[in-house]
């Protein structure tokens, strides 16, 4: 088949130094290409002033121009590596970055509120959006005192997701693209979704199942953004209630409530427990005879983020 004129399948994971989101989305990719499809890869050189990179390396905001060329150029480097590994090509962001756009993003900077959940760029609340990859670097959970260091980087995430979006905007009038995927719900990525959604171009957000903390050994699929497929989920929860479950499940479910209170995963952020279970109705004076019902509390920053 020739694939040069087929619309494109286009994958925006510019995190590439992120090497599980990529080497997920490149056995999608290559899955899709064994069937004939068009697929292309975004290949960034060092666009963002923010990206999910640099929170993975726990950056600083302010970081030397030798800094992050450095980060930026290992990035390029496992992108090429991967791309290449699994026979995917790719098109890089410069190519479809115009001089405008490089204009608009400077000077956002100055010209941001005073509360940046009040920042929009094209009528999308840029500053809300961009809020929640905030509370998932620093845990931050008082949004009212941001102090000068998170709001400059409050305002990097911004400036990239609002960068991501005009560059999908002319990839999407450049190129014959039928659908854009991407890994997980981050503000550059939500920049995409939302340009290429703005031109009737469906996406597809995919991420590795929460099961386990992240299991890697399924991925999820969902034509929205994963908080509101979530959300949709819960919904249906009083369909799903009466509904037995197999003891397979069962098994897997309490697999990771245990590896959560052993807070092992990357994705807890309580103390591991260390009471011992032995004769523990007895310790915390419970009677044996009565049912005992337990309620899990979510912490705070989990809480507040949620309600953003």
């Known amino acids: 088949m020739d694939q040069g004129n087929e619309r494109l399948i286009l994958f925006f994971t510019p995190e590439a130094s992120v090497i599980p989101h990529l080497a997920a989305q490149c056995v999608l990719g290559r899955t899709l290409m064994e069937q004939g499809h068009n697929v292309r890869f975004v290949f960034c050189p060092g666009l963002f002033s923010r990206c999910p990179v640099m929170d993975m390396y726990a950056l600083p905001t302010e970081m030397s121009a030798h800094e992050r060329k450095q980060v930026c150029s290992q990035c390029m480097q496992h992108s090429a590596a991967l791309l290449g590994a699994y026979g995917l090509r790719s098109i890089s962001l410069a190519d479809h970055l115009d001089h405008q756009a490089v204009l608009d993003v400077a000077t956002l900077p100055q010209n941001m509120p ?20 905030l509370v998932l670097a620093t845990k931050l959970n008082d949004h009212q005192n941001i102090s000068p260091e998170n709001r400059v980087r409050w305002i990097q995430y911004t400036c990239s997701a609002v960068l991501a979006h005009l560059i999908t905007r002319r990839l999407c009038e450049d190129l014959d693209v039928a659908t854009v995927v991407t890994y997980q719900d981050y503000g550059i990525l939500l920049g995409a979704r939302l340009a290429a959604e703005a031109r009737g171009i469906p996406v597809f957000t995919t991420h590795a199942a929460w099961h386990r903390s992240v299991d890697r050994r399924r991925v999820v699929i969902v034509p929205e953004i994963e ?26 479910v309490t697999d990771d409530l245990v590896r959560k209170f052993g807070a092992t995963a990357a994705h807890v952020y309580s103390p591991p427990k260390t009471f011992d279970s032995d004769d523990l109705l007895g310790k915390l004076k419970l009677s044996s005879d009565k049912k005992l019902v337990v309620a899990y509390t979510s912490s705070t920053d989990e809480y507040a983020a949620s309600k953003v």
């Open 227 to 252: 908080f509101q497929a979530r959300q949709k989920a819960s919904l249906r929860w009083p369909e799903w209630k009466p509904l037995p479950l197999p003891p397979a499940d069962v098994t897997e």
């Open 114 to 133: 005073a509360d940046m959940r009040d920042f929009e760029y094209d009528g999308i609340p840029f500053g809300k959006i961009c809020l929640h990859d």
